[in-house]
């Protein structure tokens, strides 16, 4: 017999049920709180630095983007640790991952802020502008090529 579907939540149920997760989360996560004051920080700077609207609406959407990230990151990891108590490296990997992408938020949001901050508060503008970008796409070969030189070891050591 089918299980039957799930009771659909009103709108301030479901408002209830995510205002709980938010509160849970800022109490018990380390890296969230860190995150939120990061984010205040970020956009109070923004409005005393004179962002455009928006400028100021980039770093809004980033610093969403970066406790979006945590919160995944700590539901994802709470899970794998309901799913697999015991140490596995299949939930290691798990969770590696999810940390992988809260901290490819943060750097987003870093890169972000460096881009827009950095004019205002430097003589070296034009060239940070041509730089970043450059530094950027550069680490992100960086670690591709990290990851396919370790699995092509990984896979000799198999064979």
Request: hydrophobic residues 60%; glycine residues 4%.
């Amino acid at each position: 017999m089918p299980a039957a579907p799930p009771p659909v939540r009103s709108f301030p149920k479901a408002l209830a049920c995510a205002l709980r997760g938010l509160r849970h989360a800022a109490r018990t996560q380390r890296h969230f709180r860190a995150q939120l004051v990061i984010g205040a920080v970020a956009l109070l700077a923004a409005a005393w630095a004179g962002l455009e609207a928006l400028e100021v609406a980039v770093v809004a959407v980033t610093t969403a983007i970066v406790l979006g990230a945590e919160l995944l990151n700590s539901a994802i990891e709470t899970l794998t640790d309901l799913v697999h108590p015991d140490l596995d490296p299949a939930a290691a990997v798990v969770k590696d991952v999810s940390a992988a992408a809260a901290m490819t938020a943060a750097a987003l949001a870093l890169t972000v802020g460096v881009l827009l901050f950095l004019p205002r508060l430097s003589r070296l503008s034009s060239l940070a502008a041509r730089g970043i970008p450059l530094i950027l796409s550069l680490l992100c070969l960086a670690i591709l090529s990290a990851g396919v030189l370790r699995r092509r070891k990984a896979d000799r050591r198999e064979d």
